[in-house]
Structure formats: C-alpha cells, structure tokens
C-alpha cells in the first residue's frame, strides 16, 4: 500500500530541509544483465519518455521473493506499473513539460553487467558508476564529445575521467563482438515488442525514439 500526504503532517519539520529547487539532471537507472547496454547515456526528451514508458531493468535474485539464480528481464511502466491508473503517456508527457521547463538532462544510468551476460561479465564497478554520475552532474560530461549508439539512438560519452574505455564501448569488453551485437540486437526486439502495449495512445515522436533492429 503506498499513499502520499503534504508534509505540513510530519511533526517537527524542518523547512530549512525543503528542496525548494528543481534538479537540472535526471537519472533513470537500469540493470542490464545482459551487459549490452551503455554504463551512461544522455537521453533527448523523447527518448526520455519512451525509457520512462519502458521501465527496463533485470530482476536479480535477492531482491523478489521466488527468483532464482538467472536474472529476469522485465519492464515496468513509468518504474512502477502496477500503480499507474492513466496510460503512462500521460506521466511521461507531465514528465517532459518539467524537463523543458527547467532545462533538466535525462541520464539513463546502467548497473549491470560488462564483459557479457550475468555468468560470463561482471558487474560494474561501483567506482566507475560513481565517477560518471559525479561527471554528469558536475558538468564535465558536457565537455566530452559523444557517440550516437547504433540501436539506440542515445549518445554514449567516449571518454570520462577514471573510467575504462571499455566499460564505456561495452562491444570492446566483449570476447566475440558478433556475439554482443546478437545479444543487443535482441534486447532491442524486446523494448520493440513491449512498446507494442503502449503505441495506442502515444505521440509519433515517442515512437520514433524506439530502437532500430540491425
């Protein structure tokens, strides 16, 4: 069950702790275990939506009753289906009026997996997490050149301070890159087909934000 009420309900608030504020940067995060994705990639407006509709990520076990060792991929409305009463358009369009508004970026950060697939790759280093997001919310990203991923059509920063080219070029980390391109080739007809759910009642230019198919 969840609920939300204004603040003024909690005793001894502090309103010196209001952020007061709105953030110039987002951050969606996912977990790939299918170590295909970007460890980082900046998101136009619409590719912010279709990501926010998606809700991509992996269930890892541990963290729901009844998985089992292998991670499941899944996809969740908005980051939180079950509790969407409107067509998740509506959230994602109230999402992209603040972020013109307020000039904010979308970061869609990946936690998962590098090197290959869970039991093959490994997970991404923390550090190396951590110093992108400090990169991006600090600016310095905004002085990186950037790459346009083939399927996805996300730009993909080619270097950052203390982190590895290859975590950032995921297909170099990779022992067979035919075998990457195969696995992200299929990842994509995944976003494609479950999109399928939500194309009734979304914009053209949302659509067009899905990825390509190699």
Not at 2 to 26: A, D, Q
Not at 58 to 85: D, H, N, R, Y
Request: one cysteine or more.
């Amino acid at each position: 069950t969840r609920c939300s009420y204004p603040i003024e309900f909690i005793p001894n608030v502090i309103e010196e702790g209001y952020v007061r504020t709105h953030p110039k940067n987002v951050i969606f995060l996912t977990c790939d275990a299918s170590g295909v994705m970007p460890p980082i990639a900046r998101l136009t407006p619409e590719q912010a939506q279709y990501h926010f509709i998606s809700g991509y990520t992996s269930k890892i076990a541990g963290t729901e009753i009844g998985l089992g060792i292998e991670p499941q991929i899944t996809f969740s409305a908005c980051f939180g289906g079950p509790f969407m009463v409107r067509h998740p358009f509506d959230y994602s369009e109230m999402l992209k009026q603040r972020l013109l508004k307020h000039n904010a970026t979308v970061w869609l950060v990946n936690t998962g997996w590098v090197g290959g697939r869970f039991g093959v790759g490994k997970r991404i280093s923390i550090r190396h997490t951590r110093n992108l997001l400090n990169a991006a919310l600090d600016g310095k990203l905004d002085k990186i050149k950037f790459r346009k991923d083939k399927l996805f059509g996300y730009e993909v920063p080619m270097s950052c301070p203390d982190v590895p080219e290859d975590v950032l070029y995921p297909e170099n980390s990779w022992g067979n890159k035919d075998e990457y391109w195969k696995k992200y080739d299929a990842l994509a007809a995944r976003f494609i087909e479950n999109f399928k759910l939500f194309e009734n009642g979304c914009s053209k230019e949302v659509i067009a934000a899905s990825p390509k198919r190699l």
